[in-house]
């Protein structure tokens, strides 16, 4: 037998799922995250994988059937937020080593007379300058002199940086003096993290460029020293397999390629549920779905159009005001484009400078955690809401591994009720409708720029709370059906196994398209091809049919937005030309609703993205006590929302129930590590692979 393993780290649980790779048959496992040392839950959590598959098995170790492991984790997200990076040093060109702190000169809100910008990653004092200078178009002006850069090696090493981002002027258009100098850093300093914006971001604007280039060098050594010692964790369990990480843009990479650019893992979590559900509602027959990913911390929310996410170039992370557009460091890696909202089990419910309740962004997280774990969290959250509503079964946490302390839950939302002239009942009530009106209008904008409706939509909902609200919030926003996948609880691991391996590339060079030189693009892209070939046969374990794809970024001459044209990799020659204008026109009118008959137009990047075909990834749940019977194994009174009343509901171990079973709602669904909550009248249906789709009609 072969297993595949899948591990997620996220801010509250450490999520797993090993994968028997011949039937597709995943079990699972579940750990409060350890803040201090987040490789002690995943190790954790790996034997406790293993343990499952000896126990069915009834054999030694599994440990070295495992043919590989995807991991997805949050340390670089930490270390910005945190601040807690690497030394760092930044050589640019001279004149231009303040470009972080100028920036755009834009304030994300113009009022605050107090307004805190994101402080840049490298302090003065560790920015050094050389007299290079590459043109618009790619030439040489200046190289820089070796006894220069010898000095400033010199600087570097009495400066006792761990880590030097190097960006130059123009370098995305050619990265020559980039890499000149690169080499003799590494030559001298061979300790010292060297990072290349034209490695790193090999794209237009020279602040957002030079931003990732530092937040790379800022993280690199960290996460080098954490796959090492993952790595290690891992052979110490017995499992000398590939490791592969989650990127941001929906695949996964070798370990290697992930600590030379550890950047481009910085959203890898929320990449893996937007997946996971991508792959349950194609296996479902529902290619247009919502993904709904809410865990302990954050909840988020993607469109997921004909099967496909779609994929952004730009991200910003570290914000001053965490979700406060414009208040971040922006950074140009290409990441599924999803919007996160400060909703998670563990948001603390508090009353704001008006008076009223709000919940979030603020976080109770592993440690303490809400009130209801016992573990010395007095603020109430979401969780506590949900468990005195009487959505958790507060001995069946986890399925009966964490018993949740309902005393504490009712004291911490007196406490608050007392602030608001409220019963604990009514405060939990209020908690419950906040926060899910909050996500609900977070959706209807995202879902409003994508310029779509969200009745053509299916949600798919995962992630450990993200079943306790998902019908809720579809209710709101007109949603037709939720789909819960098995294993919905970790239905970012589910995401990790079904994720192709992926590749991208990009260069910049805006010019007109009248005036491109297709000779040099072909050369140009070729070797990029090439590069990205590479880094992919890196990642893989056995030989795949891969898929190439060319995107270009383009615009009308005069105009600052881009609109982005894709096309399957080919050769490049001069009658691509007629290809990109008739491409671009038809993508124009149907954003604008017209072209610009007179309009010339401008080729700004061009982008090439490898990935292994990624088929429906169809998992299996293990053989248990599923019968064709629906016999509930409890009541509980829950709040029933159409009613607004609380009312006793059947409550069913969801994997009891066989495929093809039907019921109405309201009821509860419970399994190890989550719930489902169908608080409403709804027709409720197990689907052959025991998933469970809730049909909502015109509610």
């Excluded at 590749?503 to 090439?530: F, H, I, M």
Aim: aromatic letters at 6%.
């Amino acid at each position: 037998m072969s297993y595949r393993i899948a591990i997620d780290i996220g801010g509250t649980f450490t999520d797993g799922v090993i994968e028997n790779a011949a039937t597709g048959e995943v079990r699972l496992a579940k750990r409060l995250t350890t803040q201090a040392d987040p490789g002690e839950a995943l190790a954790d959590v790996v034997d406790d994988l293993l343990a499952a598959v000896r126990q069915v098995n009834g054999s030694g170790s599994p440990s070295g059937a495992v043919s590989e492991v995807v991991h997805g984790s949050t340390p670089v997200t930490n270390a910005l937020i945190e601040r807690k990076g690497a030394r760092t040093a930044l050589v640019a060109t001279a004149g231009t080593a303040d470009v972080i702190d100028i920036g755009r000169e834009v304030r994300y809100d113009l009022y605050d007379l107090d307004i805190q910008m994101p402080k840049p990653l490298v302090e003065r004092e560790h920015r050094f300058e050389l007299a290079e200078r590459i043109a618009a178009d790619g030439a040489v002006l200046a190289a820089p002199g070796q006894a220069e850069i010898d000095a400033v090696v010199e600087e570097i090493r009495r400066s006792g940086a761990q880590s030097v981002a190097v960006s130059f002027l123009h370098s995305c258009v050619n990265p020559e003096n980039e890499i000149r100098v690169g080499d003799a850093l590494r030559a001298a300093l061979p300790d010292v993290a060297i990072s290349l914006s034209s490695r790193v971001a090999r794209e237009i604007r020279e602040y957002e460029r030079t931003t990732t280039a530092t937040a790379n060098a800022f993280v690199q050594p960290i996460v080098a020293k954490y796959l090492n010692e993952l790595s290690a964790r891992l052979r110490q369990a017995g499992i000398d397999a590939p490791l592969r990480i989650m990127v941001s843009s929906g695949g996964s990479t070798s370990a290697g390629i992930a600590a030379e650019v550890p950047i481009t893992t910085l959203e890898s979590g929320p990449a893996g549920g937007v997946l996971s559900a991508a792959n349950a509602g194609r296996a479902a027959g529902f290619d247009d779905v919502l993904a709904f990913d809410m865990g302990g911390t954050t909840a988020k929310i993607c469109t997921v159009v004909a099967g496909v996410p779609s994929v952004v170039h730009t991200f910003e992370a570290a914000r001053v005001r965490r979700f406060k557009k414009g208040s971040g460091l922006p950074l140009l890696i290409a990441s599924i484009d999803l919007i996160e909202i400060g909703a998670g089990g563990g948001s603390i419910a508090r009353i704001s400078d008006l008076g009223l309740l709000t919940v979030g962004p603020d976080s109770a997280a592993a440690d303490p955690g809400p009130a209801c774990y016992g573990r010395g969290g007095q603020s109430a959250t979401v969780t506590d809401a949900d468990l005195m509503l009487g959505y958790l079964n507060a001995g069946f946490f986890l399925g009966g591994r964490m018993t949740l302390d309902a005393s504490a839950t009712e004291a911490a939302l007196k406490r608050l009720g007392d602030r608001l002239s409220l019963k604990p009942l009514e405060v939990a009530k209020g908690i419950f409708n906040v926060v899910n009106e909050a996500m609900a209008a977070a959706a209807r904008v995202h879902i409003a720029e994508k310029a779509q409706d969200p009745r053509r939509f299916t949600m798919v909902a995962t992630g450990g709370a993200g079943p306790v609200h998902a019908v809720e919030i579809a209710r709101k926003l007109r949603v037709p059906r939720v789909l819960f996948p098995i294993a919905a609880g970790t239905g970012s691991c589910l995401g990790f196994l079904a994720a192709p391996i992926r590749v991208d590339r990009s260069w910049s060079k805006p010019q007109g398209l009248e005036t491109v030189d297709w000779q040099d693009l072909a050369t140009t892209l070729a070797n990029l091809k090439r590069e990205a070939e590479q880094e992919l046969n890196s990642a893989l374990t056995s030989p795949a049919d891969v898929v190439w794809q060319i995107s270009v970024e383009m615009r009308y001459v005069g105009q600052g937005a881009n609109l982005t044209v894709a096309f399957p990799w080919r050769s490049i020659s001069p009658a691509f030309a007629s290809e990109l204008d008739a491409a671009f026109r038809k993508a124009y009118e149907s954003n604008y609703g017209g072209v610009l008959p007179a309009g010339s137009l401008e080729v700004v990047t061009w982008r090439i993205v490898g990935a292994t075909r990624q088929d429906i990834k169809r998992f299996v749940w293990p053989k248990g006590s599923a019968t064709s019977g629906a016999k509930p194994k409890a009541h509980r009174a829950i709040l029933c929302t159409q009613a607004d009343s609380m009312a006793d509901v059947p409550v069913y171990d969801r994997y009891a129930l066989g495929s093809g079973t039907r019921l109405r709602g309201p009821l509860i669904l419970e399994e190890s590590e989550s719930t489902i909550v169908v608080p409403v009248a709804a027709d409720v249906e197990v689907l052959g692979d025991l998933s469970v789709l809730i049909h909502l009609g015109g509610e």
